[in-house]
C-alpha cells in the first residue's frame, strides 16, 4: 500500500490535533506516514503511532527552522520523490497551504486547499464562496496536494509502529534566501487555540469596547471555549489581531460557535460559515448572522451572556 | 546578485480582478468556472494593501511601481483603478487562452511576466478574496527561486535589505532578506487611499502594456482549463440550512440557550 505523507504541525513537539485529524484521513487512502521537521521529535513520537502513522520522517537540522515556509516544501518535495505516496495531506492553514504551494510547483502536481473531507480516492470536498457552494475536486497531475481544515474529521486512535526514519535533506540556496531574524510570541492566556476548539465564543462591535470582552471570556471559559472577535473588534483595539475570525483572521469550524452582536458580514462568515452548530445574541432581528443560527436570541449581550454564564455554571454544578 | 539602488528600485505590485465580495457568486455549470460576468468586478480588496504599501516604499524611497494583473480584458479597470492611486505604469497578462487557469497555471504567467519586468520588489496580497488560496505568491517564489516574505504586517527597505514582520499562529516572526524578493502583505499593514480625481485623470495617460502567451514564451497546453493540475468533478449549492429558533429575550434569553445547550449535550 503506498504512504500518505501528512506534515506534522507542532510546537516544539507538542503536536497539534489537526495532525491526528490528518493522519485519520490519510489512513483512507492508503498507510499514514508522518513528517515532522524541526526539533523535539520524540515527544511526538506516541501520539503519531498512536492515530496511525506507520513511519515518522524527522528532519531535525537547525537550518530547516530558521527560514519560513521553503525548507518544509524542500523536505516533503525530497520525500515524494523518493517514497512516491499516493499522497500528501497538511493542515489549512497559512503556512500549511503554502508549504502546499511550492510543493506543488517543486514536484509538478496539483494542489487543493481549504478541504473539509477527503474520500479514500483522494477526491477532496470543499465549501467554496463562504460555504454556499460544495465541490468535488480530484488532482489531475502529480502527486495530490491537499491542505485540509482543522475540526473537519474526529481523529481516531489506531495504534501503528511509528518507526522514526531520519531524513537529511540539502536546502537550496533559494531555500535559505529569506531568514527568521527573530521569532515574537504574544500571549494567548490559558484558554484553547482558536483555530483548533472544540468551542468558540466571539465578540463583535456591539460588546462596545475592551472592558465589554469580559462577559465574552467569562462565557468562554464556562465552556472550555476559545475567544474569537470580529474584525470591527480587533480594528478598534478592543481585543488582540490574532483572536480575529474571517476572511482575513482565522478561519473556524468548531462543535459550537457563538457569535455575540456581531452583525454577520460576509468577510465574517467566510471564517465560521462551516461551524457545525451556531448560536447567536444580537438586539437586532434584521442581522445577517441569525441566517446562520439554529438558535438565536434577540436581545442585549450584556443581559443575556452573563445570564447564558451562570446558567452554565448552575447546570454544571 | 544585481546590486539595488534604491532610488531605481523597481517594484511590481500583482493585483487581482475579482467579482465583488458582497455580491451572490456561481459557478457556470458548463464547465464549473466561477461565473465572472454576472457580477461586478473590482480590484480584490485586499490586494489594494499590496497597491498602497508599494506607494508608501516608493514615496519613502524613489523608485518606480508597476502593477500586473492577469484576467480578461475587463481586468484593464483594475489596472487603472491602482494607476489612479499612483502606480507609474501597467502591465495586463491577457489571453484566451488562460481561461480556467488554475493557481499553478496563474503563478507561470505572473512568474514569466514579473521575470520580463525585472522586478527588485515584488509586492502580492495575501489573498484572493474569490479563489482564496493564499499560494500564487509563494508558487511565485519558488518558480523566481527568490526570497519569500509574505503575509507581512510590515515592509521596510533598507540598503538592499527587505524586513518584513510575518504574521504568525502566535505572534509574528522578524524575517529579511536581499533584493530582489517577494513579499504579500496583510490587511493589518496600513489604510490604502482612495484615488483623488487628479491621480484619476493622471492614470488614463500612463502606460499600460499587453502580454499574451506568446509573448511570455508559454505554450498553450500549460496554461488554462484543459491544463488545470486540480479538477472540479462537481459542483452543488449548499443545502440550504434548516431554519434555527429564533427567540426575543423575554428576561430569560440566556436561560433558553442553555436550555438548547443542554439538549444538543454542550452541557
Ligand atoms: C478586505 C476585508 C476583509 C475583512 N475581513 C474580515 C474578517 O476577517 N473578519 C471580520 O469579522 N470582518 C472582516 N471584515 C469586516 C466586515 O466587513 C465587517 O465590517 C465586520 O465583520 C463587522 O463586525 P461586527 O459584526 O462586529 O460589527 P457590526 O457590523 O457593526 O455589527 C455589530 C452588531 O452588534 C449588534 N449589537 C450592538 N449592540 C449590541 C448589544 N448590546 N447586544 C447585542 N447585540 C448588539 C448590532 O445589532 C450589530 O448587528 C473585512 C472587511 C474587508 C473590506
Ligand atoms: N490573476 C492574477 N493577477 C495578478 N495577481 C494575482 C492573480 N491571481 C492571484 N494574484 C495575486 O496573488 C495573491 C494571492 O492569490 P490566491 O493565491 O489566489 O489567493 C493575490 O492577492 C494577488 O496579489
Known amino acids: ?317 | 546578485m544585481r546590486e539595488v539602488d534604491s532610488a531605481t528600485m523597481k517594484i511590481v505590485v500583482c493585483v487581482k480582478q475579482v467579482p465583488d465580495s458582497w455580491a451572490e457568486k456561481t459557478l457556470r455549470p458548463s464547465d464549473h468556472t466561477l461565473d465572472r460576468e454576472s457580477v461586478d468586478a473590482v480590484m480584490n480588496e485586499l490586494d489594494e494593501y499590496a497597491v498602497e504599501e508599494a506607494l508608501r516604499l516608493q514615496e519613502s524611497q524613489g523608485g518606480e511601481v508597476v502593477v500586473l494583473s492577469m484576467g480578461p480584458s475587463q481586468a484593464t479597470d483594475t489596472i487603472r483603478k491602482a494607476l489612479s492611486m499612483g502606480a507609474d505604469a501597467g502591465v495586463h497578462v491577457v489571453d484566451d487562452g488562460l481561461h480556467g487557469s488554475d493557481a499553478v497555471a496563474t503563478s507561470l504567467a505572473l512568474a514569466k511576466a514579473i521575470e520580463a519586468q525585472g522586478a527588485d520588489l515584488v509586492i502580492f496580497g495575501s489573498e484572493s478574496t474569490d479563489a482564496r488560496m493564499s499560494v500564487v505568491p509563494a508558487m511565485v517564489a519558488e518558480r523566481l527561486g527568490l526570497p519569500q516574505l509574505t503575509f507581512s504586517s510590515s515592509v521596510s527597505v533598507e540598503g538592499g535589505t527587505v524586513r518584513t514582520n510575518r504574521v504568525t499562529e502566535y505572534g509574528y516572526d522578524v524575517v529579511e532578506a536581499p533584493l530582489p524578493a517577494l513579499v504579500s502583505v496583510v490587511e493589518k499593514i496600513n489604510e490604502p487611499r482612495y484615488p483623488s480625481f487628479k491621480g484619476i485623470m493622471a492614470a488614463k495617460k500612463k502606460p499600460v502594456s499587453t502580454l499574451d502567451l506568446a509573448g511570455l514564451g508559454i505554450a498553450p497546453a500549460e496554461v488554462g482549463l484543459g491544463a488545470a493540475w486540480s479538477v472540479v468533478a462537481e459542483a452543488a449549492a449548499r443545502p440550504p440550512k434548516a431554519k434555527g429558533t429564533i427567540v426575543a429575550d423575554d428576561g430569560a434569553g440566556g436561560v433558553a440557550i442553555a436550555d438548547f445547550l443542554s439538549a444538543q449535550k454542550f452541557i
Open chain 1, 1 to 317: 500500500m503506498a504512504e500518505v505523507l501528512v506534515l506534522v504541525e507542532h510546537v516544539d513537539g507538542t503536536v497539534k490535533k489537526v495532525t491526528y485529524e490528518l493522519l485519520t484521513l490519510a489512513a483512507r487512502i492508503g498507510e499514514p506516514a508522518a513528517v515532522f521537521v524541526g526539533s523535539g521529535a520524540d515527544a511526538a513520537l506516541p501520539g503519531l503511532a498512536e492515530h496511525g502513522a506507520a513511519t515518522v520522517y524527522v528532519a531535525d537540522a537547525p537550518e530547516l527552522t530558521a527560514h519560513p515556509v521553503a525548507p518544509k516544501a524542500e523536505v516533503l518535495a525530497t520525500l515524494v520523490a523518493e517514497r512516491a505516496p499516493a499522497a500528501v495531506l497538511l493542515a489549512s492553514t497559512a503556512e500549511g497551504k503554502e508549504v502546499g504551494a511550492r510543493l506543488a510547483i517543486r514536484s509538478g502536481s496539483g494542489i487543493i486547499t481549504d478541504a473539509v473531507d477527503v474520500a479514500a480516492d483522494g477526491t477532496a470536498t470543499q465549501a467554496v464562496f463562504g460555504g454556499s457552494v460544495i465541490v468535488q475536486s480530484k488532482v489531475a497531475t502529480g502527486t495530490p496536494i491537499i491542505t485540509v481544515r482543522t475540526n473537519s474529521v474526529a481523529p481516531q486512535a489506531a495504534p501503528a509502529a511509528g518507526t522514526r526514519v531520519d531524513v537529511a535533506v540539502e536546502l537550496s540556496a533559494a531555500a535559505k534566501a529569506a531568514k527568521v531574524v527573530d521569532r515574537v510570541e504574544q500571549a494567548k492566556g490559558g484558554r484553547p487555540d482558536l483555530a483548533e476548539a472544540a468551542v468558540v465564543v466571539s465578540g463583535g462591535r456591539g460588546v462596545g469596547g475592551a472592558e465589554g470582552f469580559g462577559v465574552i471570556e467569562a462565557l468562554a471559559d464556562s465552556l472550555g471555549a476559545a475567544v474569537g472577535a470580529s474584525r470591527a473588534a480587533t480594528d478598534a483595539g478592543w481585543y488582540p489581531h490574532q483572536f480575529q475570525v474571517g476572511q482575513t483572521g482565522k478561519t473556524v469550524a468548531p462543535q459550537l460557535y457563538i457569535a455575540n452582536g456581531i452583525s454577520g458580514a460576509i468577510q465574517h462568515r467566510a471564517g465560521m460559515q462551516t461551524s457545525k452548530t451556531v448560536v447567536v445574541v444580537n438586539k437586532d432581528p434584521e442581522a445577517p448572522i441569525f441566517e446562520l443560527a439554529d438558535f438565536g436570541v434577540v436581545g442585549d449581550l450584556f443581559t443575556v451572556v452573563p445570564q447564558l454564564t451562570e446558567e452554565i455554571g448552575k447546570r454544571k454544578g
